[in-house]
């Protein structure tokens, strides 16, 4: 795959390319599940934030198969399923986050393991 040069990201961005794959790759997860994002720090690219490194959250729906970002960034091709993971703000922040708060947070297969 092509690197994406300054001067293709109009077209890019205009046209609404998406990163999406045709795959009948079966998901990991599903929604109710309950995962744990795995503490990680590798040295190259990552998609993942580091706040949610070692938390717990729960699946809430299954995007489908995407290119996976961190292995496209050096060339390589790894698609795999998309979730969008919701975390308590207690479980983010601590018991002083308010109850009733909860960040949404698109997360791939290589970053989360069944709790």
């Known amino acids: 795959m092509a690197a994406l040069t300054k001067e293709m ?5 205009g046209g609404g390319a998406s990163a999406r794959v045709e795959s009948d790759m079966p998901a990991k997860f599903k929604a109710g599940d309950t995962v744990l994002v795995r503490n ?3 040295p190259t690219h990552t998609r993942m934030p580091r706040y949610i490194r070692g938390k717990t959250g729960k699946v ?7 290119i996976y970002p961190d292995a496209s960034a050096h060339g390589e091709e790894k698609p795999q399923h998309c979730y969008s993971v919701r975390f308590t703000a207690q479980e983010l922040w601590g018991p002083e986050a308010n109850a009733k708060d909860s960040l949404y947070i698109d997360l791939f297969d290589d970053y989360i393991e069944k709790a």
Not at 9 to 13: H, Y
Not at 60 to 66: A, I, L, N, R
């Open 9 to 13: 990201v109009p077209m890019v961005v």
């Open 60 to 66: 809430e729906h299954d995007h489908g198969v995407f």
């Open 40 to 42: 990680i720090n590798p």
